[in-house]
């Protein structure tokens, strides 16, 4: 798991590094989310924690999630990348649609502790309330590997990020 976390955290680094080489503002961002996941035939909240950065075409974020539900709960650490689509339509818009991919590292505790690691797409729309928030709404398929119970995650996620 401590490889996993590394591996996302590089990732994570190299990718803000290189919107440096963007002739775009890059904006950091800090922010809360909250998800309705589903893993196999459970449907629970989870709740977590974001940071990243964006520039006008891409956003990369590593996000932290906690679910719980009954005696079983679960932790994910997750990297995802983002572009905006259909930039031009939704360029004097306060919506802006992207589309993207995840990877991450994935803890699941039900009696006994199951890790592994997860990759999937996302989209959604982020609503821009002003030039220091957005809000975030989106969905996340996520297929697993080295998992025992789980196979996939999906995720319907609202978040709400804070631009420093």
């Given at each position: ?8 955290f ?9 919107y ?49 539900d ?42 006994i ?52």
């Amino acid at each position: 798991m401590k490889t996993i976390i590394r591996l996302l955290f590089i990732l994570t680094i190299a990718t803000m590094t290189s919107y440096a080489e963007q002739s775009d503002k890059i904006y950091s961002f800090i922010g809360v989310q909250t998800s309705m996941s589903h893993y196999e035939d459970v449907q629970t909240p989870s709740y977590g924690i974001k940071y990243g950065a964006q520039s006008n075409m891409w956003r990369t974020g590593l996000s932290y999630s906690y679910a719980k539900d009954g005696n079983s709960a679960f932790h994910t650490i997750v990297m995802q990348m983002d572009r905006g689509v259909l930039t031009n339509s939704f360029e004097d818009l306060a919506f802006k649609p992207y589309l993207g991919f995840s990877v991450g590292a994935i803890q699941y505790k039900n009696n006994i502790t199951d890790k592994g690691y997860m990759y999937g797409l996302n989209g959604g729309f982020t609503y821009i309330v002003n030039n220091s928030i957005d809000l975030d709404l989106g969905y996340r398929y996520m297929k697993t590997a080295k998992m025992t119970n789980i196979d996939k995650v999906d995720d319907i996620n609202l978040a709400l990020h804070y631009f420093y």
